[in-house]
């Protein structure tokens, strides 16, 4: 005999699956950790770190690096203002020795060639302090201006095999005051050409 068929169940899709007592619980779960969640403390995120140094040895180093900035500026501008006047002073000799090979009258290029003193006075006054050079005269400001080529490293001694190493105490730059007050019948004219040739040279050199 066949064993009497049994019709499958069919589950109702309104009969839940689970037990009363689980589908509770599992309902329940979602609030019971929304509740837990509520009852902790927040994220606490780390302070911003500080602008100020915080020991001692950071201050130190800040305020030392700050002065070493501002002595470079100050470098920096004192290299650009003493470039300045080289790049004026070479201008003004420039003229100056256009001048002298002109067609103008004599006197007019001695009046020319006797502004040669003023302009390296000049010169030396916007690089070295004014008590330093002010009251030179005669040998000393021959000397002050031959040392201060020497004081450039790189400075050639000899502006050629005929040229003495202190041109101004030696050389042709001796007579670099005599155009301040000789007359001109006595003033050193064959000169000139190697005396615009050695304050070229010492406009472009001297420290």
């Known amino acids: 005999m066949c064993p009497a068929s049994t019709a499958p169940t069919m589950i109702d899709s309104a009969t ?3 037990p009363p007592a689980q589908a509770s619980i599992q309902a329940s779960t979602p609030a019971s950790a929304q509740a837990v969640l509520e009852q902790l403390h927040p994220l606490l995120l780390p302070p911003p770190p500080a602008w100020t140094p915080q020991t001692p040895a950071w201050g130190v180093l800040t305020v030392l690096g700050l ?3 501002l002595w470079a500026a100050w470098r920096s501008g004192q290299r650009w203002r003493a470039a300045r006047f080289r790049r004026l002073a070479l201008a003004e000799l420039e003229r100056l020795r256009a001048e002298l090979h002109s067609s103008q009258p004599a ?4 009046a020319a060639a006797r502004q040669l003193p003023a302009l390296v006075r000049r010169l030396a006054l916007a690089h070295a302090a004014r008590q330093e050079v002010a009251s030179l005269q005669g040998p000393a400001w ?11 490293p790189d400075h050639k001694p000899a502006l050629s095999a005929s040229a003495p190493p202190q041109a ?14 000789l007359p001109p ?20 050199q001297h420290r």
């Open 185 to 204: 019948a006595q003033l050193p004219r064959d000169t000139l050409p190697a005396l615009f040739d050695l304050l070229e040279h010492w406009i472009r």
């Open 16 to 18: 839940p699956l689970l």
């Open 168 to 181: 101004f105490t030696q050389g042709v730059g001796q007579h670099l005051g005599a155009w301040a007050y």
């Open 107 to 110: 006197a007019t290029r001695v």
């Open 67 to 69: 002065m070493a900035l």
């Open 142 to 152: 021959c000397i002050w201006l031959d040392q201060s080529l020497e004081r450039n």
